[in-house]
């Protein structure tokens, strides 16, 4: 009854095909409409979970001292020490000033004696505070501290600043503006060109493969339509659902493109080989539903839960793109249901049988591949032996990255400037000390509350402290240096009275006033004052130091000072890839449990499962180890192929098995079986894992390494499973098949 069912609703698709094109096109036009509210979401939370412990001491930050962001603007000056050298600075410093968004600058022209260069002790002190800021040490590189408003409403969006301040930037010799806030609005500018250049390069290169493929235009339509259509639905779905497209989500479009041309592919082989053996289009066109049905459905499911399977992550990016990733996979069956009937009829409209072509050669070359494998099997196992060993070793070497600026092409213009920063200056990573203000001292009345001397020469002797114990800590800087260098250094400072402090820092913040309130400032949650203290440290470090560094920091302050929170886009960024790569093999893990259980229920014999499976498991974890082994380190797009390739790797095995096991029921030996499935459903094999390898390899081109990582690995990925597939898997399936045919004497 159900088979029945079943073949009747395809008679209706094929008899109301011009419907459901009609249907289609309705549907495409409404989803473009809506989709087009599609947003990127720039914060730097959406990166973590809500609930993540790191955020908290970064919340602070921000209701405390947030109102802005720490930009460097910097520039190469032989002149810098002479009054012309003074002059350009003021210049620079006037030009940012006018930039929207910009609130603040602080320049070597602001600090007091900052242009006296000949012997004057308070200009020497104080240049020795802003060192590394507004100035190299040996003069000849300058520096503008810019603080700039935080995105908000009737506030300019920190695209319009940053790009108003690299115009200024630009025209001063090798001119650089880096800081945390660059790097992220610099990603995601990046990102959003890559979404737009790799899904029209993506589309254009899969249809070319095709095109190559079945030698005619014609059988274009069906899987440009089909992926267009996807797309619109995604973005649609994804605007009707609230979501919003974060850092790893410029793949959207290239990937439901290689998803949805994959399981057209399959489709269009098969439509293909009926043809040929005689069929009518109603009849081919019947019959290739009927029988790809199932393991279309089953393979679009597979691509979907290997990319759900990142939703086990708690990185931010990580999960949002498992979540897209599985809605656009899945909305690939619906176009395919509307647009296969009426698209297929109307791309043969010759409407008589293709005689063979010279692409049956392909199925000739892939038996004898079959052959060979049949006649090898020791050396095939211990190959794959080998194989797996080194990988398992290799893995055990990886090392992730959390040097930011890797994730841009080593030529990229933001390399360069942050190139020239940690040259010149010592270290381009800004964050965040932040350290609370005793009670005895934080009246919750006084504003600002009175502090004494010992609290300032507590702060000023722990900078001097965690800079001699932590050598990759470049510079420290806090409102205590600026009141020392005001009084005579840390001696003045130790001896200096209330009412002379509190002139000192009325004369501070009468000159720097943003800069005075970005270093000493109240929660407004619950009124606590608190001391901000700004680190310096190279960006370029490895994974490692830069995690020793932030520990041992936050070790030193809470020693003195226990209530210290250290925190800042540099500690988040840190911590972001770190988190990437602990949850990796939690998805691939979940991601194979998951697989699995759908092909138990679609192949409904374990064994064949099994050895259906085995080899698309091990494409990933031989990349793994060979990217151990070259010393390769694991960002963000490398750290998330591994659950992602097992679900669409599969996708040609459960062809393979599922049209094996129609042709066993169909009197056929396993031999026999195993040899028109590998001509058959091996050439489709062929097409997809093409069309998905250059598909995905136009991620090679992206600005973004993340994105160039994830492109190249899920293509080589696709590769190793297409060999496993069709040498491996009809072994496996010899094995566990072959005996119980000859057992129950099926012949060919």
């Not at 690299?166 to 610099?186: M, N, S, Y």
């Not at 790893?248 to 994959?262: D, K, N, P, Q, R």
Request: net charge negative.
């Amino acid at each position: 009854m159900t088979g029945f069912s079943h073949r009747r609703w395809i008679k209706r698709m094929i008899r109301h095909r011009y419907w459901l094109l009609g249907f289609a096109a309705v549907l495409g036009i409404a989803a473009a409409f809506t989709g087009r509210g599609l947003r990127l979401d720039r914060s730097i939370e959406s990166m973590f979970a809500p609930d993540d412990p790191l955020l908290v001491p970064y919340h602070r930050l921000q209701r405390t001292f947030g109102e802005y962001e720490v930009v460097l603007a910097m520039y190469a000056d032989k002149e810098l020490a002479t009054p012309k050298g003074i002059e350009r600075v003021k210049s620079v410093q006037e030009q940012l000033n006018k930039v929207p968004g910009v609130a603040a600058t602080v320049s070597l022209h602001d600090v007091p004696g900052g242009t006296t260069f000949e012997a004057s002790e308070l200009g020497d002190r104080y240049r020795e505070v802003f060192s590394g800021y507004t100035h190299n040490e040996e003069l000849t590189a300058a520096g503008v501290i810019c603080l700039i408003e935080r995105p908000g409403p009737e506030k300019p969006s920190r695209r319009v600043t940053l790009r108003g301040m690299r115009e200024v930037v630009a025209e001063l010799p090798r001119g650089a503006l880096v800081g945390e806030p660059v790097l992220i609005e610099e990603a995601f500018d990046l990102l959003e060109q890559d979404g737009r250049r790799l899904n029209t390069w993506c589309t254009l290169l899969v249809m070319l493969t095709i095109l190559a493929c079945f030698r005619s235009p014609i059988w274009l339509l069906l899987p440009l339509a089909v992926v267009q259509l996807t797309l619109a639905l995604t973005d649609a779905v994804l605007v009707l659902s609230g979501l919003e497209l974060s850092m790893v989500s410029s793949m959207l479009g290239a990937i439901v493109t290689v998803v949805g041309v994959a399981s057209v592919v399959h489709v269009l082989v098969h439509y293909l080989d009926e043809r040929r053996d005689g069929h009518g289009r109603r009849r081919a066109l019947f019959n290739t539903i009927d029988q790809l049905a199932a393991p279309v459905s089953i393979a679009i499911f597979t691509d979907a839960a290997g990319f759900a399977a990142l939703m086990v992550s708690k990185v931010g990016p990580v999960h949002d793109f498992g979540l897209m990733m599985a809605i656009g996979s899945l909305l690939v069956l619906p176009s395919c249901i509307l647009l296969t009937p009426g698209l297929v009829w109307m791309s043969d409209y010759q409407q008589k049988p293709q005689t063979p072509s010279d692409e049956l050669a392909l199925g000739r070359w892939l038996n004898v591949l079959l052959n060979w494998s049949s006649t090898h099997i020791r050396w095939l196992a211990a190959g794959a032996v080998v194989l797996v060993a080194v990988s398992m070793w290799g893995s055990n070497r990886l090392v992730h990255e959390t040097d930011f600026t890797k994730n841009f092409r080593a030529d990229s213009e933001i390399n360069r400037a942050y190139g020239f920063v940690e040259s010149e200056f010592g270290g381009a990573g800004v964050w965040d000390l932040m350290i609370p203000v005793p009670e005895e001292n934080d009246a919750r009345t006084a504003k600002p509350p009175k502090i004494d001397a010992r609290l300032y020469v507590q702060v000023l002797n722990l900078e001097g402290e965690l800079q001699s114990q932590t050598p990759e800590l470049s510079k420290a800087i806090s409102l205590s240096d600026t009141l020392a260098a005001g009084v005579g250094g840390a001696s003045g400072l130790a001896s200096t009275g209330d009412f002379a402090l509190r002139m000192g820092l009325g004369a501070a913040r009468a000159r720097m006033p943003q800069f005075v309130d970005a270093l000493f400032q109240d929660d407004p949650q619950d009124g606590r004052w608190w001391l901000h203290v700004l680190l310096r440290a190279p960006e370029q470090l490895s994974a490692d130091e830069k995690a020793s560094m932030i520990e041992e920091v936050r070790t030193i302050t809470q020693e003195k000072f226990p209530d210290a929170e250290v925190t800042g886009y540099y500690v988040l960024m840190t911590r972001l890839i770190e988190s990437v790569l602990a949850d990796q093999w939690k998805a691939f893990i979940v991601a194979t449990i998951v697989v699995l259980a759908m092909m138990i229920v679609a192949i409904r014999d374990i064994r064949l499962t099994a050895v259906t499976m085995f080899p698309n498991i091990f494409p990933s974890l031989i990349l793994f180890g060979v990217m151990g082994i070259l010393g390769l380190k694991v960002n963000m797009g490398a750290a998330m192929i591994a659950a992602v390739s097992i679900g669409m790797s599969v996708d040609s095995s459960i062809h393979y098995t599922m049209f094996y096991q129609r042709l066993r029921r169909e009197g056929l030996s396993c031999n026999a079986a195993l040899a028109k499935s590998q001509s058959s459903v091996g050439r489709a094999a062929v097409y997809s894992t093409l069309a998905l390898t250059v598909g995905f390899a136009t991620l090679g081109v992206s600005d973004f390494v993340p994105t160039i990582y994830f492109g190249v690995l899920v293509s080589l990925s696709m590769i190793g499973g297409l060999i496993g597939n069709l040498l491996i898997l009809p072994v496996l399936i010899r094995l566990v098949d072959g005996d119980q045919a000859a057992a129950e004497g099926v012949g060919a």
